[in-house]
């Protein structure tokens, strides 16, 4: 026999729960009043539960309501099967609402951006605890996989509340041994080394390049990757210049690591969010989370334009 056949149902669930709520109260109103229904539809629910089981499941006696032999039995055990369902699904929803908040984010936003602000992350206070994880690939929040997600886009993802942490530009970066003040002598080194190029940024980098001031670059060769933090990691170790976000860049900049190797930029069209299920927007980890890091995300801003 097929495992699952025992799983199976010849009546509607929703016809069971309907029974069962009008036997434990033995009233049509009131078991009405729990599922959020009106007395016919429960009536509607019953009548067809007893044609596709055969049996009379309740009758009336006078004004009350009474189970039948048959009703009588089967009441108990969908009892015990609805009570163990909602248990279930409260100990998932208690899970989710308790502990660590799973955050997951894009590699290179958690190396360059997320990171290097954690020594200010409020980690000794209650509802900061984090789980973090890293992926290529958009996690189905939707399915538990994690709550919450860092993500790169325009803002927009079906039943997702996403708060904008900052909108994009990129620019060209290299290690800081390439800091040269004069823009011909910059293309001209340019000329004998290799860009290393996200495979996810190559519409930036034509947008880029097609406007810089002076006319574009052309580097001795191209390296694609699958992430703009390889690409800078090439670019730090001296392998090359790398096109990355700036704002992802800013602290390695900050820390020496990196140099702007020209000034120009330009906008991406899209920005990095904090995403999450709109259930769980009253959730006080992410409402502390997202207030956390639109607030850095809004310093950074701040020290970019002094």
């Known amino acids: 026999m ?31 009043l729990e599922l959020g229904v009106t007395p016919s539809a429960v009536s509607h629910q019953l009548r067809g539960l007893e044609d596709a089981l055969g049996f009379s499941l309740m009758r009336r006696v006078g004004p009350a309501l009474e189970l039948t032999e048959a009703g009588a039995r089967l009441a108990p055990d969908l009892s015990e099967g609805f009570s163990r369902i909602v248990k279930a699904v409260g100990s998932l929803r208690q899970d989710r609402s308790t502990g660590p908040l799973r955050l997951s984010m894009l590699p290179t936003f958690a190396a360059h951006w997320f990171s290097p602000r954690l020594t200010r992350y409020p980690f000794e206070r209650t509802g900061f605890d984090l789980l ?15 709550d919450a997600a860092v993500r790169h886009g325009q803002g927009q993802w079906d039943g997702l509340q996403a708060d904008l942490l900052f909108e994009e530009s990129v620019s060209l970066f290299g290690a800081p041994s390439l800091a040269v003040r004069d823009p011909d002598e910059m293309r001209a080194g340019i000329a004998g080394m290799t860009l290393f190029l996200s495979q996810y940024r190559q519409e930036n980098y034509a947008r880029w390049n097609a406007t810089l001031p002076g006319g574009p670059i052309r580097p001795a060769a191209v390296m694609m990757v699958d992430s703009a933090g390889l690409a800078l990691r090439a670019a730090m170790d001296g392998a090359g210049v790398a096109l990355a976000g700036v704002e992802i860049a800013a602290s390695d900049v900050s820390a020496e690591r990196l140099t702007r190797i020209f000034t120009h930029q330009t906008q991406t069209g899209g920005g ?3 995403v999450y299920p709109e259930a769980l927007a009253r959730d006080h980890r992410v409402r502390n989370l997202s207030r956390w890091m639109v607030e850095a995300a809004q310093e950074s801003r701040d020290k970019a334009q002094i």
């Open 2 to 32: 097929d495992k699952q056949s025992n799983y199976r149902l010849n009546v509607p669930l929703t016809a069971l729960r309907a029974f069962e709520a009008a036997a434990r109260h033995l009233s049509i109103k009131e078991a009405a």
């Open 132 to 146: 973090i994880s890293t992926t290529q690939e958009a996690v189905d929040l939707s399915a538990g996989v994690a």
């Open 272 to 274: 990095y969010y904090l």
